[in-house]
């Protein structure tokens, strides 16, 4: 398969971004650019299953920008994320975004 042109990438990237409920700006997509080529349509969950997608590279290695929900709800922001694929991690309201619903 073919690779696509550099003038052509931001263009995909921002494709990809708004299937995934990403951000689609200008500056979001030329920062993560390579990741968003990379990973494709890896997730396009519905917003409604999965509302949220971890903004975290530290915390849990390989899980930045995959779709989430909140399993459970704690107390002083603590939370249980529940990602596409059943796994569960305790973690901070702070590491997860929400994702946006863009008129197709």
């Known amino acids: ?34 990741y968003l080529l990379e990973t494709k349509m890896l ?6 299953e999965y509302p949220y997608y971890w903004y975290s590279k530290k915390r849990i290695v390989g899980r930045w920008l995959h779709p989430c929900r909140i399993a459970v709800q704690g107390e002083k922001r603590n939370i249980v994320v529940e990602f596409d694929d059943g796994e569960r991690y305790k973690t901070f309201a702070t590491l997860i975004r929400r994702r946006i619903e863009y008129d197709r």
Do not use: C, I, Q
């Not at 990237?13 to 200008?26: E, V």
């Not at 997730?43 to 409604?48: G, I, T, V």
């Open 43 to 48: 997730a396009s969950h519905s917003l409604d």
């Open 1 to 34: 398969m073919l690779e696509h042109s550099d003038w052509f990438k931001p263009y995909v990237g921002g494709y990809y971004a708004t299937l995934r409920g990403l951000p689609n700006d200008r500056a979001f997509v030329e920062r993560n650019n390579d």
